[in-house]
């Protein structure tokens, strides 16, 4: 399962598995961390120096200037054709939203599990 969650919770994108949909749901993990894991090469950062050159488009307020909007991922969903495990290793792949510029792009996730 994956969800993006915003403070006071840990922010990013989480993740947490199970071997049945009922749980017990392992502790989760943050899969993507904006500042950690180099989203601005896909979200916009107004601070960014020098400019990244991402911005826009964006809906709804923001329109007029998307150079101001801070972008951020939300509604990770994953694609579960690719989705696999080898041994103790599973491979995440999803889609995750972002704000600004407004599009989806495919994300990749290699995490450990027991």
């Not at 990013?12 to 749901?25: A, E, R, V």
């Amino acid at each position: 399962m994956t969800y993006d969650s915003r403070p006071p919770a840990t922010q990013g994108i989480q993740f947490s598995y199970s071997t049945t949909p009922w749980g017990p749901w392992s502790e989760p993990q943050v899969i993507l961390d904006a500042n950690r894991d180099a989203a601005g090469k896909f979200i916009h950062d107004p601070r960014a120096r020098p400019p990244d050159g991402l911005s826009g488009p964006v809906i709804g307020q923001g329109q007029a200037n998307p150079e101001a909007v801070r972008g951020g991922g939300y509604a990770p969903y994953v694609v579960e054709r690719w989705t696999k495990r080898l041994g103790s290793e599973l491979n995440v792949y999803y889609v995750l939203s972002t704000w600004n510029p407004y599009v989806v792009v495919l994300n990749k996730s290699r995490l450990r599990i027991e």
